[in-house]
């Protein structure tokens, strides 16, 4: 089973820009690596992906136009750069793998990394 580990996570201002990353342990050509969130009390939501073969990315309406992802194959990374955060954005954020194609249901998804807390507040 694949393993996903997330780091970069931290506190920042509004108006601040963080980047996330994954390590993935298995190639990402077999892959579509997922961003979730999970803010206290409420649901998972789908923040991002990025599908295995042509590397096309889906966002979340909620993150268009602030956050950016992108992938490095030969490391085995997938990124998530994040500008403009709002307070809203404040969530443990997860990445997650899924075979070959991008879905935007937690459920399509198999295995998830451990969470990276991510804060915004002046």
């Known amino acids: 089973q694949v393993q996903l580990v997330e780091s970069g996570g931290g506190l920042v201002q509004p108006g601040g820009s963080l980047r996330l990353s994954c390590k993935v342990s298995?190639?990402?050509?077999?892959?579509?690596i997922g961003w979730f969130r999970q803010a206290p009390g409420k649901e998972r939501e789908g923040v991002s992906c990025?599908?295995?073969?042509?590397?096309?990315?889906y966002y979340a309406d909620s993150v268009k136009g602030r956050f950016t992802i992108s992938r490095d194959k030969a490391q085995k990374t997938v990124y998530l750069q994040m500008n403009s955060l709002e307070p809203e954005d404040t969530a443990v954020y997860y990445c997650?793998?899924?075979?070959?194609?991008?879905?935007?249901?937690?459920?399509?998804?198999?295995?998830w990394g451990q969470g990276t807390q991510v804060t915004v507040s002046a």
């Open positions: 990025v599908s295995n073969s042509d590397g096309e990315a």
């Open positions: 997650t793998s899924a075979p070959f194609y991008c879905s935007s249901r937690a459920q399509d998804f198999g295995s």
């Open positions: 298995d190639t990402l050509d077999y892959h579509a």
